[in-house]
């Protein structure tokens, strides 16, 4: 079964910066567009960022001038850094796996991110 892992949330400073890993496994890695998605509480899950198969990026209009993120793809992981994180930033941060072929999506677990101002 397709599996998606991630790391690196936690409690930091506003204003202070994050990176957040997320592992995957049984699928074909190379061939997924990957995605980072966030809830807060009493909102709907929005898209952080994204990244193509092929490379090409997407972010919110929210934290694209301080985001960035990219893919290792001999190791099945994507990554967001956050740079100048703000209290509106907190939430539950989950990695997403598209398979663009058969229209599946893949969630990881999540990972918390809180920030304190």
């Known amino acids: 079964q397709p599996l998606l892992v991630e790391s690196g949330g936690g409690l930091v400073q506003a204003g202070e910066s994050l990176v957040l890993s997320c592992v995957a496994s049984?699928?074909?890695?190379?061939?997924?567009?990957m995605g980072w998605y966030r809830q807060a509480p009493g909102t709907q899950r929005e898209l952080v960022a994204q990244?193509?198969?092929?490379?090409?990026?997407d972010y919110a209009d929210s934290v694209q001038a301080r985001s960035i993120i990219f893919r290792d793809n001999a190791k099945n992981m994507v990554f967001l850094r956050m740079n100048d994180l703000k209290p509106e930033d907190a939430g539950v941060y989950y990695c997403?796996?598209?398979?663009?072929?058969?229209?599946?999506?893949?969630w990881g677990q999540g990972t918390q991110v809180t920030v304190s101002s």
């Open positions: 049984g699928i074909t890695f190379r061939t997924y567009d």
């Open positions: 997403n796996a598209n398979d663009t072929i058969l229209a599946k999506n893949y």
């Open positions: 990244i193509a198969r092929d490379g090409v990026t």
